[in-house]
């Protein structure tokens, strides 16, 4: 993640900040340029264009929408095409928690230059039912279709989302996590099933167009193979060609995104004795877009080795609890190659 700071006092802001801690400044992440800008009631002049406060300021969304959005809310709030009810208090409450999580996406994918085309433009393109299932009367399968990523807010509730965790036995299971892996799906559909991609992606991946269904059917009954390790990033990724491909692309934003996060602090790593790893410094890159994976995998193997150290130090699990063997590493290479190919200028439009 990017570093963001008070555009008055130049104190070091989170991305989910509303108020300086420092100065108590208002402030708001302008979309076109990531950037955070002073965030007054009446709104105010960005680089000649007039913004205003997302009307979901009082629900923490600290995002800028543009005067003529029409809708009064910013790009992230737009692409929910589906949200609890207004008399929904509690299900509201962990969609102010989930939206956090979807602009940590939104910003990353468009750090990345990843297209990103709203469903309320165009059909089949990329919006979110962010929904309850602890609310009456409501279904909620997190997935991806046509271009619509559901989420159940209940998984922004600790306890919940703990207690399925362990019964599936994930190393990892984080509400961002989530919208990094079902975003995927959509990426794999728009940019890799609807192109020339797809060819390659068969060979790597599998053929997706074996049946869903039995693949879900077979996974619940038997689990995944003993030997799942040897070339696969989880267990749910043998599953089925596309959850291999979604799983891929999560763990690629995983990586990228905590390498900028140490490149925003300047953090450099110092290699002496580490098994399969050549002494020296490796200092992570704030962006990896002219980088190869392979590239990416040598700053990145020494950064979560170290980092899971910090973990244990402080008496948590590993920050990155998974092991890249090589077939997983070329199938994160085919990811950073199509992400890099089908870069554009400007994501938020
Ligand atoms: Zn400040
Ligand atoms: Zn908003």
Redesign the pocket.
């Known amino acids: 993640m990017r570093l963001f700071r008070c555009p008055r006092c130049r104190a070091v802001a989170f991305i989910e900040t509303v108020v300086c801690d420092a100065c108590g400044l208002q402030m708001g992440l302008h979309p076109p340029t990531l950037s955070m800008r002073p965030a007054p009631e009446q709104g105010g002049d960005v680089e000649g264009t007039w913004w205003f406060p997302?009307s979901?300021r009082s629900w923490r969304?600290n995002?800028l929408a543009a005067a003529d959005s029409g809708s009064g809310?910013?790009v992230?709030?737009r692409l929910t095409r589906t949200r609890p009810d207004n008399a929904d208090t509690l299900a509201l409450e962990k969609l102010a928690t989930a939206s956090a999580d979807k602009r940590r996406l939104l910003v990353q994918l468009a750090d990345l230059g990843l297209p990103l085309t709203p469903w309320h433009e165009k059909k089949g393109g990329l919006g979110f039912d962010l929904l309850s299932s602890r609310s009456s009367g409501n279904r909620v399968v997190i997935g991806h279709a046509s271009g619509i990523v559901t989420i159940d807010l209940a998984e922004s509730l600790d306890a919940h989302r703990e207690a399925l965790r362990i019964s599936l036995g994930e190393p990892y299971r984080t509400m961002l996590g989530h919208f990094r892996h079902e975003v995927g799906h959509y990426y794999q559909w728009v940019l890799v099933e609807q192109t020339d991609w797809i060819a390659e992606c068969r060979t790597l991946l599998g053929d997706e167009r074996t049946s869903y269904s039995d693949a879900v059917a077979r996974h619940y009954r038997t689990g995944a193979p003993r030997d799942w390790n040897e070339g696969y990033i989880s267990e749910y990724a043998t599953m089925h060609p596309w959850e291999d491909f979604a799983e891929c692309f999560a763990h690629y934003l995983h990586l990228t995104s905590t390498l900028q996060t140490a490149a925003s602090g300047s953090l450099t790593v110092r290699i002496e004795g580490v098994p399969h790893l050549p002494d020296g410094d490796v200092t992570p890159r704030s962006s990896y877009a002219d980088a190869t994976m392979d590239e990416i995998l040598a700053d990145w193997i020494p950064l979560a080795t170290f980092l899971n150290r910090v973990n244990r130090a402080m008496g948590k699990g590993d920050l990155y609890p998974f092991g890249i063997v090589a077939p997983v590493a070329r199938k994160l290479d085919f990811v950073h190659r199509v992400v890099t190919a089908s870069r554009v200028e400007t994501p938020f439009g």
């Open positions: 997302c979901n969304c995002w809310q910013c992230s709030c």
